[in-house]
Structures are given as C-alpha cells and as structure tokens.
C-alpha cells in the first residue's frame, strides 16, 4: 500500500493578485508614447522650478545677508533687551512645520484604505499589514524626498553661511524628522480611540516632544553639530519599527476614514478647489462646544435675521478647533520677531502679510460648510446678500479682535502709537469680509480654455477662482501694513483703512454666485 503525498496549494494571497491585475490591466492601457510624454514634461517642469528657485535664492543672497544683519538700520520691532539662544526662530520655525506635518497626515490616516479595498479586503480574514505596508512606505519616501527639497530655499536663507553639504545634510535631516511625523501618526493610529478630550491630549504630548527634540537637532546640525543626524535617523528607525509592528492593530474604521480623506482631498487638489480640501480636512463639531451652542441657540431671535445670526452664533460657537490656527500662527510670527534680531521693515512686514494670509482662511470654516448647498439659503425670507452678511458677523468680529490683537503686542514692543490698533481692528472686519468671500468661492470652470505660457497651458478661469478671497485681503491688508511702517496712523490712513474695508464688506454682498 503505497502512500501519496499531499501537495498542499500555495497560499493564496488576494491583496498581492489584486495589485498585480490592476498593474497588468493599467500596463496594457498605457501607451510609451503618452508615458514618455508624461514623464518628458514633469522632468521638464521640474527642471525650469528647481532653476528659477536656485537663481532666485543666489541673486537674493547678498540682499538677505544685508537684511538680517542687525546693523542695516531702521526696523519696526527691535530686538528684546533680553538674550535669546542662537538658532531660536529656526527651532520654533521647524517645529511648527512638523507639527503641521503630524496634524496633517493624522487627518490623512497615514496608513489607509480605499473604499474598494476597505469593502473587499478587511472583511476577509487576512492579515492588515500587507494591506497599508506598501502604501505607507509610499507615503514616508514622498514626504521625505517633497520636506527635503522644500527645505533646501529656507535653508540657504535661514543660514548663509553653511555649505553646501552641510545644507543638503540639514535638509536630508529635515526630511528624516517629517518622516518622524508622519510615523507619529500612524502611531496614534494604532492607539484605542481616547475617550476624553484631555485624554487625547495627553495622548500628544510624547509625540510633540520628540517633534521639539528633532527640530533642535535640525537647528544644530545646520549650526555643525553633524553627529545628530544619526541620532534623528535613528529615533525615525525606532518609530517605524513601533509602527509597523502595530499596523495590524488599526481599527478598520480608520483605515477606511484616512482612505475617504485622502480621496476626497486628492480630488479636490486635482481639481483645483481650495474649499473642498478645507471641507476634506474639516474637524467634527466638540460635544462641549455644542452644549454651549445650544443654549445660545435656545433664545431664539425675533426677526429672521436675528435667528439666522443665532444658528450662525451656534455653528460657529460648536466648531472645534476654529482658533487653533490663528492662535498658533500669532504666536510662531511672535516668536520668530523676537528671536529672529533686528529685521528691515521690508522682511517684518512681509511676516505680517504671511500671518494675516495663514490665519483669515481658517475663521470662514462654517461659512464653508454652508456654501455647499446654497440652494438652502435661497429658501430663507432673506436676500442672499443679507445672508451673506449673517454668515460675515462673527468672523469678521473674531478677525477683528485677532489683528487687533497682533496690533497691541506690536505697540507694546515699541512699533508704533496705539492708534495703531483701531487701524488693526478696522482691517480685520475687511478680513472677515474676505474670508467668507473665499468661502462662497464659485467652483472652478473647466469649460474654459487655458492660456499658453512658456511654463505650458494655464487654466485661467480655474487660477481666477482660486484667488477669490485673497484679493479683497490683500485690499485691506495695504492700509494696515503702510500704518505699521509708519508707526502711526493718520486720519487720511484711518480712512482709506474703513473705506478699503467696506469695499470687501461691499464685494462680498454684491458678487455674483457665478
């Protein structure tokens, strides 16, 4: 009696079949030609970007060594009397990237799923980490090689004097600590949900600390201190081997949550709607807030104006994390003033400009949410213009209140009379305008032809509709920025100041929805 051996069949693994079809089927659709064309004009438009940004950096070098010389002259805020380490702007300046890098890819996943993959895969019984790994890594060398060349222009200016080696070893280090970010991440990804908001806090504190230790090394090794990249590489080496070890531990609803996102956000970029991706990244409302929302709701308003102004009140009381942006911009713009020496007018008040253009975006979230289905706001006893006004009070009371702010700090550092922060409180009801204008930005028309330029075609209705918001801010932001130079305001400016504002009120009121 003779005994056959049972060959058992290969493990059959469905995520790699699946990847490999869809190649095979992608490979067989796909011309050279149409690639080689593709690929021919990336690298082209790479090229002519990397060139105009290194003929730009090596034609403004001198001019910023002169600017940030401490000696070059006149300057809006002086330097504090009290000694601050060397390097100190450039530390907080890189710890605010990385943690925007972390805030990000947290939204993002990192480590996600499709909606096909989500619906196929997870409930089979399969291991998850083949799933995510592929990707993931993906994503790591992405943001490694993008923080990387990113860094290289900040680099050569935040420190004239170092090499060209020791720059390309400062960004690689960079790099390697936006990967710790993204690594972050997907830490907290793999961590049970907290069940508190001090909970999750709590739960991000080891995380921006090892965020601030990596930004200091960043610091010194642009200062010479070399030895530290291998310390930074190495705590990148440890949080990848903790996450992926962890990888299987993800929750399936937040596979699927970080893939939605990630699609919806790519579609949004792709198709060129800045609205769209702030609604992708959009946070959910807090339980707290929405308490205290409630019970301002509860009173009602006697007119339809005032009831649309209390559901407004409500929506914009109950959304979270609405000040986090413009809190933490006018503290990292505080902090690179006083840290960074004796700046010219020239660079303080283009960091005023970069602050104000960061946090005004942020106050029109509802506005955002609101703009999707303005069929809605046709069914109101109201005008759409009276509407839109509702939807102006408060961010343009909160973005009051934040320049006039910014205004006051600057005043109490010496810049300038106090009259300085009327002018500020007038500029940000233009802001507020601004930003619900953005908010109501009209979708971009792809119907329309692009316009040849040596760079290749651009869409010029799309690019049109982008920058809607960002002119009527800029509006108002030339009287407060020539108020600043000034150090004082004169009545002339005060009113050039509120008229500039209540143009933006006016254009905001008035513009077509087409």
Known sequence: MTTET????PPFDPVRYTRQVSRAFSR???????????????????????????????????????????????????????????????????????????????????????????????????????????????????????????????????????????????????GVAAVSAVLLAAWQQARPAPRSTAERRRGLLPGLLVLALLSLATVRIAAGSWVLAVGGLSVTVALGLLVFARLDRIPGRELIRGGAVSGHTGAAVYLMDLNEVGRAL????????????????????????????SADTAAFLRTRGLWVRPVLVLAVFLVVLLAGGAQPPLVQLGMIAVA?????????????????????????????????????????AALALWTAVL??????????????????????????????????RVQPDWTAPPIDTPFGPVPSAQTGSMLRGFDTTLLALVPLLLGLFLGYVPGVLLMAQAGFSAVGVLVLLHSSPR
């Open 356 to 396: 104000v253009l960061a946090a005004v975006p942020a106050l029109g979230a509802v506005a955002r949410r609101t703009a999707i289905m303005p069929g809605l706001d046709m069914l109101l006893p109201l005008s759409v213009s009276v509407v839109k006004l509702s939807r102006m009070a408060l961010p343009a």
């Open 282 to 309: 959009s946070a959910e409302p807090d339980g707290a807030a929405s308490a205290r929302a409630a019970r301002w709701y509860a009173r009602g308003g006697r007119t339809p104006f005032g009831a649309l102004l």
């Open 28 to 174: 067989g659709r796909t011309r050279f030609r149409d690639a080689f064309v593709d690929v021919y004009t990336a690298v082209l438009a790479l090229g002519t970007v990397g060139a105009l940004a290194v003929g730009l950096v090596l034609a403004l070098r001198e001019q910023v060594e002169q600017a940030w010389d401490a000696g070059s002259g006149r300057t809006l805020v002086a330097p504090p009397s009290f000694a601050l380490p060397d390097g100190t702007a450039a530390a907080v300046l890189v710890f605010a990237a990385l943690v925007s890098v972390m805030t990000v890819a947290r939204k993002f996943g990192p480590a996600s799923v499709s909606g096909p993959e989500g619906y196929w895969w997870l409930s089979l019984p399969l291991e998850r980490r083949p799933m995510v790994a592929g990707r993931l890594v993906r994503r790591l060398l992405l943001v490694w090689a993008g923080a990387t060349v990113l860094y290289l222009p900040f680099g050569f200016v935040l420190d004239l004097e170092a090499g060209a080696a020791r720059q390309l070893l400062t960004a690689g280090t960079f």
């Open 407 to 440: 205004c006051a700090v600057l005043v109490l550092l010496g810049e300038g009379d106090p009259s300085l922060i009327a002018l500020g409180a007038l500029a940000g009801v233009g802001f507020g305008a601004s930003a619900v204008r953005g908010a109501y």
């Open 6 to 9: 049972v060959q058992a069949p």
